[in-house]
């Protein structure tokens, strides 16, 4: 296991004591004052962590900063953020100064993001991935940083999907962070990374049991993530094939990345996931109305504090 260059004063856990379950939620619709409350609404729920995306809204080191000052314990994490979007000492200066402000309570996870998005929107050139953040994590490690030193930092840990990025998540950082995956790939990512690193797959729930409402509203969901290389590439190995993409996504592969139904169901999922090595899973919970934003009524229902099934 890699751990970042550190000076006397700063300590660097081992594992980070964080419950088994966390929220990944797109926050871009929301005040910062309701930022704040969500913060707290969820810390007293007894979630592990908050993981916020990086896209082409809020720097998320803001509003991980505003969370940050709202709440005591709960773990604060980039889901993920992008290494075009800042260079390496940049990046290096964001952890450092969210580890200072929250005590250590921030995963950073970082991501090489897509050809696509980075090269069309971002207009940066995109390199090889695996050569570009181990070079990347590098520079992290030299990079200059003359502010104050926190007094613990959190964890480092990759968007990492396939065998190679999952192989350098294990060994240059504290784990992976992979995204649009399903329990199968938790098994082969635990494989990889090994007993010790840190593993905190995403998975979106739906509380919804019409099979056809459900459907719907996942494919839509979906269509972005199915339009990009990188997740379908994963998917193939994953046993899907091309026509598996069709049409929004065949039932099968619908069913497979969108825990959908009732409670039951939908924390048999959650379960598949700790059993297959998952520390730690990240909710992404859909609204049953298919627009933007959050299931609050998800987000109580699976609650650590009052869900046994859920506490870790």
């Known amino acids: 296991m890699w751990d970042p260059p550190i000076d006397s004063e700063i300590h660097v856990v081992s594992k980070p004591d964080i419950a088994k379950l966390g929220i990944w939620c797109p926050l871009e619709n929301y005040s910062f004052d309701d930022i704040a409350t969500f913060g707290q609404q969820a810390e007293k729920l007894g979630y592990g962590a908050i993981w916020v995306p990086e896209a082409v809204g809020r720097d998320p080191f803001v509003t991980l900063s505003a969370l940050a000052l709202a709440t005591e314990e709960i773990h604060l994490a980039t889901g993920i953020a992008n290494l075009y979007a800042r260079d390496a000492m940049a990046m290096k200066a964001a952890r450092n100064s969210i580890d200072e402000l929250s005590g250590g309570r921030l995963i950073l996870g970082i991501g090489v993001s897509h050809g696509d998005l980075v090269s069309g929107i971002r207009q940066h050139e995109y390199g090889k991935p695996l050569t570009t953040m181990r070079n990347y994590l590098e520079r992290m490690e030299e990079a200059l940083y003359l502010g104050p030193q926190p007094a613990k930092q959190g964890y480092l840990v990759l968007a990492a999907l396939r065998e ?19 329990p199968d790939h938790t098994a082969r990512a635990r494989e990889i990374l090994g007993p010790e690193n840190f ?17 719907a509203v996942s494919r839509k969901a ?15 190995t994953l046993g899907f094939t091309e026509a598996d993409f069709e049409d929004g996504g065949s039932d099968r592969l619908v069913d497979a990345i969108v825990a959908w ?14 059993n297959n090595g998952a520390d730690h899973v990240c909710i992404q919970p859909l609204r ?9 009524a998800a987000i109580e229902a ?7 099934a859920m506490a870790g």
């Open 164 to 182: 190679k990025m999952l192989g350098l998540a294990g060994s240059k950082a504290d784990g992976a962070h992979p995204y649009f995956v399903t």
């Open 199 to 215: 593993l905190a797959p995403e998975q979106k729930v739906l509380l919804e049991t019409d099979p056809q409402k459900a459907r």
């Open 222 to 236: 979906m269509s972005m993530y199915l339009a990009l290389p990188n997740y379908r590439n994963n998917l193939l």
């Open 261 to 274: 139904g009732d409670e039951a169901a939908i924390t048999q999922r959650l379960e598949e996931h700790w």
């Open 288 to 296: 049953p109305d298919g627009e933007l934003g959050f299931d609050p």
């Open 302 to 308: 699976f609650a650590p504090a009052t869900n046994t």
